[in-house]
């Protein structure tokens, strides 16, 4: 695959642009490969890509139902940050967003990564004593956060209103160097990398079977004919009860649709990511000018992929609260996305009940910041049997008791 440079573009300038390749070749499945990964979001992806850069296991394919990125990967609000409470749960999102910082680089794909600054407002005095509480454990875990007080957060965000009429904000946890990224391009450069290496990404193929003989994983069915493997990796997000029955098996997971909204484009005038949790709801500006907003989590399960009134009444009732200056903003569209939801609001990455095949789900409302991480990590487990980075996050915590508890870092309402 050619490297994306400066001097390619002057030199598809002088030749009309005639020459760009596609980004990812579109393959027909072998009838066999040594690993299979379902699911091309994120996670999938950087999966495949880490197997490959850190193990040299290439004979990979993904397998996605619909097109690449087009699950909860093309569908969030995009905050990057790793200020969470647990250590173990710091250790994933660190390393996830420290992979960000020199992602473009490592995948010669501008993956638009912006570390622009988080705030999560403290609007209690429940929060004011939670988040001074979440710094300490950062400063202890080598993670780069800091509780501000409000003058400083008028400093940072000079359109909000601190005197709120419900809920003045009292101060934030500020973490400097998370932000935001362009969540198609971390699809993409993913996908472009593995199909540099070799493996195949086969859109528009649902796994429709998972088989086995003799307690291990022998391959799946899908709609473009059976695929043998030696190991299997399902990581479909919102689906991921689907497939675990399919295997056989079942997961703690509830599956809700997650909504957010664009406004139309305005001047740039908010350089930093809000997150207030009290009134509810979050806020940042694209390049391109818009407000990206977001909200709750659907208080029922189900898997319907689109937004509601409802959801939009409520989120943009709360931050006008905070952001008064939205309040005659038009909308310019809004969606859903099905997040998968484990009752510690904690991820799953780990063996299952059937030999060689793995699992990494349960990233539900909070997963985009942790693709990198979340790869690594994932990758390492699949092809050694063991990963530090997912040892806290195996399915047997559920039955032990040892559970990651991130209600209040998941940072939205569920
Ligand atoms: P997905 O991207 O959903 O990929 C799973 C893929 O599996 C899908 O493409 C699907 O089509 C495929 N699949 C399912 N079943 C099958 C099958 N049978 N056969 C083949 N393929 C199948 N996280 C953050 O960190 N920051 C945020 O700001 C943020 N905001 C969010 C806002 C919204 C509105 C939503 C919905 C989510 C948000 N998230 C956020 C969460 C984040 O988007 C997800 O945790 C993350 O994208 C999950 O990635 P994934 O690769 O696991 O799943
Ligand atoms: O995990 O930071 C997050 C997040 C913000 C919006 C949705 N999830």
Not at 3 to 22: K, V
Not at 341 to 364: H, Q
Not at 405 to 410: L, M, R, T
Request: proline content about 4%; charged content about 20%; aromatic content about 8%.
């Amino acid at each position: 695959m050619k490297r994306y440079s400066a001097f390619a573009i002057a030199r598809e300038a002088l030749r009309h642009h005639a020459g760009w390749e596609r980004a990812w070749k579109s393959p027909e499945p072998r009838r066999r490969y040594d690993v299979v990964i379902v699911g091309a979001g994120g996670h999938g992806l950087a999966t495949a890509y880490y197997l490959g850069k850190n193990f040299g296991i290439t004979d990979v394919a993904v397998i996605e139902k619909g097109w690449l990125g087009g699950g909860n990967t093309g569908r969030n609000t995009t905050i990057i940050r790793s200020n969470y409470l647990q250590d173990a749960s710091a250790a994933i999102f660190e390393k996830a967003r420290s992979l960000y910082e020199t992602l473009s680089q490592d995948l010669n794909y501008n993956v638009m990564f912006s570390p622009r600054g988080v705030l999560m407002l403290a609007q209690t005095e429940h929060e004011v004593r939670g988040w001074k509480r979440t710094a300490h454990a950062n400063a202890l875990q080598g993670v780069e956060t800091e509780y501000v007080d409000a003058q400083r957060v008028k400093e940072l965000c000079p359109i909000m209103n601190i005197d709120g009429p419900r809920y003045p904000v009292l101060g934030a946890l500020w973490q400097p160097r998370g932000g935001t990224a362009r969540h198609d391009a971390v699809a993409w450069g993913y996908a472009r990398a593995c199909s540099a290496m070799g493996m195949d990404i086969i859109q528009k193929c649902e796994v429709t079977g998972i088989r086995a003989e003799g307690g291990k994983v022998r391959g799946v069915d899908t709609s473009k004919g059976p695929i043998d493997c030696g190991k299997l990796g399902l990581v479909v997000a919102g689906h991921s009860g689907v497939l675990a029955d399919m295997a056989g098996f079942r997961l703690p997971i509830e599956s809700v649709a997650l909504q957010a909204l664009v406004s139309e484009p305005i001047k740039p005038c908010m350089d930093v990511v809000v997150m207030a949790n009290t009134v509810h709801g979050y806020m940042s500006q694209s390049d391109k000018g818009e407000m990206v907003i977001g909200g709750g989590a659907d208080g029922y399960n189900n898997y319907t992929q689109r937004g509601s009134f409802h959801h939009i009444e409520e989120t943009v009732r709360a931050l006008i609260e905070t952001f008064p200056i939205i309040s005659r903003l038009k909308m310019l569209r809004q969606w859903g996305g099905i997040v998968d939801m484990t009752g510690d609001r904690s991820p799953i990455m780990s063996k299952t009940p059937l030999e060689n095949c793995f699992v990494n789900c349960g990233w539900g409302t909070g997963g985009f910041k942790a693709i990198p991480g979340s790869g690594w990590g994932f990758a390492e487990l699949m092809a050694k049997g063991q990963s530090p980075l997912c040892d806290a996050f195996s399915l047997d915590r559920f039955r032990e008791g040892r559970f990651v508890d991130e209600s209040v870092a998941a940072g939205v309402a569920h």
